[in-house]
């Protein structure tokens, strides 16, 4: 099989699976992949409103709003076409060694592959399937589908089609984790490619849980040279609730050979930023809110600005731009080096331009994700980082673009008690 592989992987929020999960399925995928040229990894995602390409993973939006296991019943829809063929992978799938192997397995392309389910043999499973390009089979499962019956999909699919062969067919280094006898794989066997979790307890569950499996919590843990584990300098955090229509602008506008970290939540962006920070790889820090973004050269202006003058963190200039007026307005620093009482005065640094050396986090740690903070989180980080004795600098380059806009934080809580808290603040410092 020649040409780009294609993996694709479906998650939808609400049940088992995070994020995280995708990571880590997507870091075995690199990491353990031999050639050149690296695969396309697409995942699904019921909280993608639109398509976001992350370099090691693209992220599209997951439209069947449909239960459970139904939920893939997208992967058989004529929107895939454009992807086909693809290998599709559960997120509950330890990738023990290549997918490539698995790709090698495929002799011809035009065959519709699924599992065979471990406990009831001659029975369809889609842990992982096959999908060729233009398919009768595939395409007949789509057109005959009215909407979710039962608890899950595979029992529909049997009724639809069958496959042209099962993957047991083909290798015997498929395995399941939990063998119809009860007992759980406990060991991964030499000659294993990929191991099937299908249900509980997930990946996580055995890595971290009351039950350890130590093959388990070593696979989460492991980590890869260069492909997926490389030594990052920047790692650019997007801490958010929601897309309020900004998102794949400000992805767009990092450059590439950054590490970004999407990192969505119910919470305040200081909670969705610190639960983020550990996943951190670079060795400088910026976070990035979802309706902002990076000016041309930003990151390599800000690192040189931090090497040349010896700081730990630096400011610099920002774009205004007023979505209602389409104004914009260049700000500039008053100060460049502030301290502790400058900032009291008045706050002149601007939180779309800083960027920070991993060891500030290190030092002081993580963001104030109290409600008190709404509005002023990076006021009252830097006050800490300066009252650490921390060394701030700045760059006389535009460094972000920052939007108003009728929704912002700042317009949107109330202005007496902000004033209240922030006096609070201040006074705290002093």
């Known amino acids: 099989m020649g040409g780009i592989k294609t993996i694709v992987l479906v998650l939808k929020s609400g049940g088992d699976f995070k994020i995280r999960d995708v990571e880590l399925i997507a870091r075995h995928i690199n990491g353990k992949w031999q050639s050149k040229v690296r695969p396309r990894i697409i995942c699904l995602w019921d909280n993608a409103s ?55 397995l495929i002799k011809d392309e035009t065959q519709f592959i699924t599992l065979e389910d471990f406990w009831q043999k001659g029975r369809i499973a889609t842990g992982v399937v096959w999908f060729p390009a233009n398919s009768e089979k595939v395409n007949k499962i789509w057109k005959e589908f009215q909407g979710a019956k039962g608890s899950r999909m595979d029992s529909y699919l049997r ?137 041309p050269g930003c990151i390599e202006n800000s690192i040189h600005a931090i090497e040349e003058q010896g700081v730990d963190f630096i400011h610099g200039e920002a774009i205004v731009i007023d979505k209602s007026s389409k104004k914009r307005k260049n700000v500039r620093a008053s100060i460049a080096r502030p301290m502790v009482s400058d ?40 006050l800490r980082c300066l009252k650490a004795g921390l060394k701030i600098g700045y760059c006389n380059k535009v460094l972000g673009y920052y939007r108003r806009h009728s929704n912002q934080l700042i317009k949107t809580t109330d202005r007496k008690q902000r004033e209240v808290y922030r006096n609070e603040l201040i006074n705290s410092y002093k």
Request: proline residues 5%; contains cysteine.
């Open 343 to 382: 900032l009291l005065s008045k706050n002149i640094i601007h939180s779309a331009t800083l960027m920070y050396r991993k060891e500030v986090f290190e030092k002081v740690g993580g963001f104030n994700e109290s409600d008190k903070m709404k509005s002023f989180e990076e006021f009252e980080f830097n």
């Open 50 to 104: 639109q398509e976001y390409d992350l370099g090691n993973i693209k992220f599209i939006p997951l439209r069947t709003d449909q239960p459970g296991t139904w939920s893939r019943i997208q992967l058989y829809s004529p929107e895939m076409n454009i992807y086909r063929p693809f290998l599709y992978v559960d997120l509950d799938t330890a990738i023990i060694g290549s997918l490539e192997n698995i790709f090698t």
């Open 159 to 295: 009724k639809v089609v069958q496959p042209d062969i099962y993957w047991q067919q083909l290798t015997t280094t498929i395995y399941d984790f939990k063998p119809k006898t009860g007992k759980l794989l406990t060991q991964v066997p030499t000659d294993a490619n990929l191991v099937c979790f299908h249900g509980r307890p997930r990946i996580f569950t055995a890595a971290e849980g009351s039950l350890v499996i130590d093959w388990v919590k070593n696979y989460t843990k492991q980590a890869f040279s260069r492909v997926m584990q490389e030594e990052y300098i920047v790692t650019v955090i997007i801490p958010y609730k929601e897309d309020r229509g900004w998102l794949k602008e400000a992805i767009d506008s990092i450059p590439e050979g950054v590490q970004i970290l999407l990192s969505q939540g119910a919470g305040n962006w200081p909670q969705n930023f610190n639960k983020a920070l550990p996943l951190a790889k670079g060795r400088y820090i910026k976070y990035l809110h979802e309706d902002d973004m990076l000016a």
